[in-house]
């Protein structure tokens, strides 16, 4: 029996016990093919030799120094490297262990941006429904997806929420790509004017909107559009890139492809693989200039942010991506991927809609194709249709509450960077038969 609360209550699992490239074994001898990357995180797969072998260099060197009283060699190096990186005007990284934590942190951040700039009266963030920023209190309120906002309501800080950008059912039938995303940031900008401009502090999205609506991406000129409204009313957008970026979706960012630089940027899960927890928030230059010019402090801090360990192990997946070229990997089996799923899904009564971009793919579970009709919630389907998988020695991440929290089931696919044709072929047949 088990004394893990998260286990006790959801029932009996494998337990892990090893892993090497896209497959973890569990205690039974039984191996599963990991097509979600956990939640989009391994994406070097498991047991990568160049990964291993920094963090074994990293803990003879120093496994911890805390930031009150140093910075450390991997820290600095792996915060050049994002700068290197990052989208047009970022400046500066403050690293974190985590999404939630990356997300609390450039929430506060944003928040004191306008203390520092002597508008305290700013309180309001607008986020979107059906998309997911973290656990903890201030992420949560930020997410919009119902089902897990429920129970802890009220939540600490005032967020409104918007329509996301969900082509599949809130884009009308013949209205152009164009038409529909002028109608979905309209939504912002009569949001912004609703609550009074100068009353706003950020808009905050996932870029490409993953665990809670299987990898939604915005259509074209959406993010455009919403950057400019931002801009015209002086709001600041944060984007969450934790579970599509870094690489995800075939660029090291996915703002990249929309053409967008935000102001604050949250990155985690891909950043470290899976071999250290970590996180970051990348910041623009005017975010930085106005607490150094201001109180000259971020407010925040965690005991374990910048910790050694966790940078060494992410600056060494950064060195392997590119070492080996894997963004190209991404794009191209990506493409494969899509191609796949399509040829074996786009006519199944059950699966509504296929999207996603490189590495990063979801199915929409539907009751009846024609009228995009959910199944009835009580049934799960996404937890049998999981479930069904790992029987069949594949690791999909399949979650309820699409639409609303509530109706709508799908799959999320991330597999590891390192996938080969051969590979999605396999998964892509698993995952027929589970469905
Ligand atoms: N933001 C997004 C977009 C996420 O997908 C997640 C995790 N699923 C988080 C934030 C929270 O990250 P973590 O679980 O590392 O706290």
């Known amino acids: 029996m088990t004394r893990l609360l998260h286990r006790a209550i959801r029932g009996t699992m494998p337990v892990a016990i090893g892993g090497a490239g896209i497959t973890l074994n569990d205690a039974d001898g039984k191996s599963y093919i990991d097509a979600s990357g956990g939640a989009a995180v391994s994406c070097l797969g498991h047991g990568h030799p160049d990964v ?19 910075t450390s060699e991997p820290a600095e190096a792996l915060a050049e490297r994002l700068i290197e990186d990052a989208p047009p005007g970022i400046s500066h990284v403050y690293l974190v262990s985590g999404g939630s934590e990356a997300v609390e942190a450039a929430l506060k951040m944003a928040r004191q941006y306008f203390v520092e700039k002597g508008e305290p009266q700013r309180r309001h963030i607008i986020a979107r429904r059906q998309s997911y920023h973290g656990n903890t209190l201030g992420a949560l309120a930020a997410g919009g997806n119902e089902l897990r906002r429920a129970q ?28 529909y995303a002028a109608r979905a940031a309209q939504q912002l900008e009569d949001k912004i004017i609703e609550l009074g401009p100068d009353q706003v502090i950020a808009f905050v999205a996932e870029t490409v909107v993953g665990a809670t ?56 899960k891909g950043l470290g693989a899976g071999y250290q927890p970590i996180g970051a928030v990348l910041l623009s230059q005017h975010i930085f200039d106005a607490f150094a010019g201001g109180s000259g402090f971020f407010q925040h801090g965690h005991t374990y942010m910048g910790h050694p360990m966790a940078a060494a192990a992410a600056l060494a997946v950064q060195d392997v991506i590119r070492r080996d ?68 020695g594949l690791m999909v991440y399949a979650m309820g509450g699409t639409i609303d929290g509530r109706h709508g089931d799908h799959v999320l696919l991330a597999p590891p960077f390192i996938v080969t044709r051969a590979d999605i072929e396999v998964i892509v047949e698993r995952l027929g038969a589970a469905i």
């Open 213 to 268: 609506a299987g990898a939604v991406p915005p259509v074209a000129d959406y993010l455009a559009r919403i950057r400019s409204i931002c801009d015209r009313y002086g709001i600041l957008l944060i984007l969450d890139e934790v579970m599509c970026g870094m690489g995800r979706t075939g660029t090291l960012h996915a703002c990249t492809q929309d053409g967008v630089a935000p102001d604050l940027m949250t990155l985690a």
């Open 52 to 70: 291993i072998a920094a963090l074994h260099r990293q803990a003879d060197r120093l496994a911890y120094a805390h930031t009150g009283f140093f």
């Open 152 to 179: 802890f309501k009220p939540l600490l800080i005032e967020t409104h929420h918007i329509d996301p950008c969900y082509a599949y059912r809130l884009q009308k039938p013949g209205e152009s790509d164009q038409a």
């Open 325 to 392: 070229n894997l963004l190209a990997n991404v794009a191209a089996i990506g493409a494969e991927l899509d191609r796949r799923l399509q040829e074996r899904f786009a006519d199944h009564r059950h699966v509504g809609d296929i999207r996603g971009r490189g590495l990063f793919r979801g199915l929409e579970l539907v009751a009846d194709r024609a009228t995009k009709q959910t199944f009835n919630p009580a049934l799960k389907l996404h937890a049998r249709v999981k479930q069904a998988a790992m029987a069949h």
